[in-house]
């Protein structure tokens, strides 16, 4: 039996045990949320979505221009774009794709900032067409391209604002995998190369240079390479915009050691700035947080399939890597708790439906006494969860629900098989035909009832020529 009722800041904001002892996000007990809507599913409790953008902005004001861009790679769900549009956040997007999830969300074009170390020509030119607030420029063969697209049509419409992203040679401690500020990175302009990007960018006359951008990696639980960055940026000139990108970690387990709160890594950044005299009037300040806006506001609820004990206890889910891939790509530690008997003393690991051993979603879970039909509920799966979900053994992709004052709501579907095949054109190569292409022995595509090296097969399985039938 449960004995605590509060959660820890791992669970969303307003989440407890209810009266019956289950776990209660966005006021919906979350057994019922499983009946209701089946597992897995991923739910996001609303308030704390929008507390924690309000948490940003207040934080910020401070300063008199001073903008939260939500990195919306971190959650690119159109109801959590709709939702930090409302709350008055601009918009991070990395590929045309994230552009045009951001502009159907309702983001204006001028709350916008385009990122991407390779952006295609047609990823520049829409967000051109549309003209976002800001282009963060990466490379000079974008800068090339960009040269190009609006030397087009010059003289006509306003420059396009830039900003230059500057690699710092600023390290933090994360995973490699997200670490980005390191000199040896795939992403911007070196500190010795970006004195001249900056000059050409002043040649360009389709675009204006407004600042400088730096990100140094994402899931940093230290303030110090904030600063370090702050002071390395502000090296590099005078500026009226400078876009200090994200990256404040947040809290996976309650074991792991606390992230700075966001009121601190705000102030941090705003008094560096100040120091460094990026903080006078007039300035504006960017900041772009993806996983500390949303990852503590998520859940994801499982079902337990299977118990088998060897030298493990080994609790078999129906999701795994397809709805969270962050335990296998980065070893990162969850938590799993079952979702009406929250506390429990058997070390069990908590497996993946998928066909592979590194399916592991968390290693060390104390359960209690699980058994299949049980609903797990693993927190903090609110940020990069959904965004790098797959169909890997056509497992289709869970829906997302919000819950907020004890009402919930689908906000995006589960995917259906149907789903799963809905992009196929041709069943094969040959239209209206799904013999096997064997090389040579089915050439071309050819409809149905036309001539067909595969149409039959003969005794032994050898094929014989005649009228496709498929
Ligand atoms: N700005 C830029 C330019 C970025 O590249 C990123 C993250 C952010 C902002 C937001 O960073 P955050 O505040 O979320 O740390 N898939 C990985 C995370 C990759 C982050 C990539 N860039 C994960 O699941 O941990």
Redesign the pocket.
Do not use: C, N, W
């Given at each position: 039996m449960a004995t605590r009722t509060s959660l820890s800041n791992v669970f969303p904001l307003g989440s407890r045990l209810n009266e019956r002892g289950r776990v209660e996000v966005g006021g919906c007990d979350t057994i019922e949320l499983a009946k209701q809507f089946g597992t897995p599913a991923y739910v996001v409790a609303e308030d704390d979505v929008r507390a924690r953008a309000q948490t940003f902005l207040s934080a910020g004001e401070g300063h008199d221009d001073f903008n939260v861009?939500f990195?919306s790679?971190?959650f690119p769900c159109t109801a959590v774009l709709a939702l930090f549009a409302q709350e008055g956040l601009w918009c991070?997007v990395?590929s045309a794709g994230e552009l045009h999830l951001a502009l159907n969300a309702g983001y204006a074009a001028e709350r916008i900032v385009m990122?991407g170390n390779a952006k295609s020509e047609a990823e520049l030119s829409a967000a051109l067409g549309v003209r976002v607030g800001l282009i963060?420029v990466d490379n000079s063969d974008e800068l090339d391209r960009l040269e190009r697209l609006t030397g087009a049509g010059a003289g006509e419409e306003a420059p396009q604002e830039v900003l230059i992203?500057v690699t710092p040679d600023v390290r933090g401690e994360t995973?490699e995998?997200?670490s980005?500020g390191q000199a040896n990175s795939k992403?911007g302009f070196g500190m010795d190369e970006v004195q001249e990007a900056i000059e050409r960018v002043r040649t360009i006359r389709g675009l204006s240079l407004q600042g400088l951008?730096a990100?140094v990696?994402?899931?940093?639980l230290e303030l110090d390479p904030f600063r370090r960055e702050v002071a390395e940026v502000a090296r590099l000139g005078e500026f009226s915009v400078w876009?200090l990108?994200?990256?404040?970690?947040v809290p996976y387990t309650e074991a792991q050691p606390s992230p700075p709160t966001i009121e601190d890594y705000v102030g941090t950044l705003l008094s560096a700035a100040r120091e460094h005299g990026m903080g006078a009037p007039g300035k504006r300040l960017l900041i772009?947080?993806?996983?500390?806006?949303t990852?503590n506001a998520g859940v994801t609820l499982y079902t337990v399939e299977s118990v088998k004990r060897n030298v493990s206890t080994w609790v078999a889910v129906d999701g795994g890597m397809s709805d969270n891939?962050?335990p296998m790509?980065?070893g990162?530690s969850y938590e799993a708790h079952v979702a009406d008997r929250f506390i429990g003393t058997t070390r069990c690991v908590i497996a993946g439906k998928h066909c592979e051993s590194g399916d592991v979603i968390v290693r060390d879970a104390l359960l209690d006494d699980p058994r299949p039909g049980d609903v797990i509920v693993t927190p903090a799966t609110g940020?990069?969860?959904f965004?790098?979900a797959s169909n890997y053994n056509g497992v289709p992709r869970p829906p997302v629900v919000f819950c907020k004052d004890d009402d919930a709501r689908v906000v995006v579907r589960r995917e259906s098989f149907e789903d799963l095949t809905a992009r196929d054109v041709h069943r094969t190569l040959a239209e209206g035909c799904t013999h096997a292409n064997r090389a040579g022995a089915h050439p071309g595509e050819h409809a149905r009832g036309s001539e067909c090296s595969q149409a039959g097969s003969a005794a032994g399985g050898a094929r014989v020529s005649g009228v496709c039938d498929r």
């Open positions: 861009v990195a790679k971190a991070d990395a990122h963060v992203r995973h995998k997200i980005t992403f951008h990100h990696g994402s899931q940093l876009d990108g994200g990256g404040l970690g772009e947080p993806g996983r500390a806006l990852a891939l962050r790509l980065y990162t940020a990069y969860g965004a790098m």
